[in-house]
């Protein structure tokens, strides 16, 4: 019976008129949905976060185009799954190879698609929730097309919860009030699969006639044992918690997310590169070594693989953790890009030029130029930015010693050229 399966299978779209969100890719007149409406989809790489629809839009597009389908999971297939398909396809036409969390599929798997998909004896849709730029090859990557999808918002997700209500075959069957929907948006984090869980569990739990308020979610969602989710349920929200305690200089707290993320099976790459990541965000040049322990680290799990890798993870987290903290660097670079969009391609001053030609030298180019070792402490205080923002500061530097260092050496330096 089709009540037996979850409610997530049991509501899962047909067609993309049912699905919510993503109209950015399967709204009127979009690309992904004028393909299908072509019948001429390519090769896709699906990324984006869980319960955002990537394994229902590759369902609606097999069963739009009325084609062969045919499903694997990188967590237990490997290339023997995956040659069989190929020879299966090779003897049809217009065949779909679905491949769940593409990213766990390691470079020789992978490899395995290749030809396949450039002959075109299978349509490759893979989904991931990485960034396939890090974990898809360059080969692979080069023949498919990737769409980003995104998280759902409120208004999707509350309509998805009344929808559920009063549509499903189970509930529909209950007198349930949807009187508050905060806890269920905030626990599902976009997550419609998440979602529909918890809606399934709370309707469960309160017995025929439920009333959901936001009390009766947090105490039934409480009540369940927190378990790391292999395939990626909690995935964002124990890496959140790893790296805001990371970024809170807690190394106890650091170390305890980093078990539970060692005991759920994540991948070694992942955590190695969030913490390479934070290096720079969150600690920059209030401590430089970090980013080359973290760049050491990702180098060294690549190498070892698991459990060694438990030991060169926790003795990184823990140096982040207890590591002076800056964001100067990421402030800097974001107000930098925030310039950069608000006054567009302002020109490089004649002075910083390249003259490469007599004609360039010329016309100005590089002329002016004051040569900075060539002055009292190797500085010459020459505009090096554009006319229209002039002595603009995109760079703070913290309260710790090494930037309080590095900003009383700027001051001495700026002195006559900023005043300051």
């Not at 105490?219 to 990371?246: M, N, T």
Request: with cysteine; aromatic share 6%; charged share 20%.
């Amino acid at each position: 019976m089709a009540s037996l399966s979850p409610l997530a299978e049991r509501l899962r779209p047909n067609t993309l008129d049912e699905l919510a969100g993503q109209q950015h890719l399967t709204g009127k007149g979009s690309i992904l949905r004028t393909a299908i409406e072509n019948g001429k989809v390519p090769s896709i790489i699906l990324w984006g976060p869980p319960g955002v629809g990537k394994t229902t839009i590759a369902n609606i597009i097999a069963n739009t185009l009325h084609v062969p389908f045919y499903q694997l999971s990188a967590i237990s297939s490997g290339v023997k799954e995956v040659r069989e398909v190929i020879e299966i396809a090779k003897k049809q036409q217009h065949v779909i190879l679905f491949i769940d969390e593409i990213h766990r599929f390691n470079k020789g798997q992978q490899d395995a698609l290749l030809a396949a998909v450039e002959k075109g004896i299978i349509t490759l849709i893979g989904a991931t929730t990485e960034n396939p730029s890090f974990e898809v090859n360059s080969a692979l990557l080069s023949r498919t097309q990737v769409y980003i999808l995104k998280p759902l918002d409120e208004k999707e997700l509350v309509g998805l919860l009344k929808h559920a209500i009063k549509n499903d075959e189970v509930l529909k069957t209950k007198n349930i009030t949807l009187k508050e929907t905060e806890a269920l948006i905030n626990i599902s984090g976009g997550d419609a699969r998440k979602l529909f869980n918890l809606l399934e569990l709370v309707t469960d739990a309160l017995g025929a006639d439920a009333i959901i308020s936001n009390d009766a979610v947090m105490e039934i969602a409480q009540q369940r044992i927190a378990i790391y989710d292999k395939k990626g349920e909690q995935h964002y929200d124990i890496i959140s918690a790893f790296i805001k305690s990371i970024r809170g200089s807690d190394p106890n707290a650091a170390v305890y997310w980093l078990a539970r993320m060692i005991e759920g099976g994540e991948d070694v790459k992942f955590i190695a590169r969030r913490m390479l990541i934070l290096a720079s965000e969150d600690i920059g040049n209030a401590n430089p070594n970090a980013l080359l322990l973290a760049n050491a680290t990702f180098e060294a799990v690549n190498k070892i693989g698991w459990p060694e890798s438990q030991l060169i993870l926790a003795q990184c987290a823990i140096y982040l953790a207890s590591s002076a903290k800056s964001n100067s660097a990421t402030v800097a670079i974001g107000a930098a890009i925030s310039a950069v969009k608000q006054h567009g391609d302002l020109p490089v001053p004649l002075h910083i030029r390249n003259a490469p030609t007599k004609l360039l030298k010329k016309e100005g180019y590089g002329k002016g130029y004051e040569y900075s070792h060539n002055y009292q402490n190797n500085f010459s205080p020459q505009e090096y930015l554009p006319e229209a923002i002039k002595g603009s500061s995109f760079f703070k530097p913290g309260k710790n010693a090494r930037e309080e260092e590095m900003r009383k050496f700027l001051q001495l330096l700026w002195k006559d050229k900023y005043g300051y």
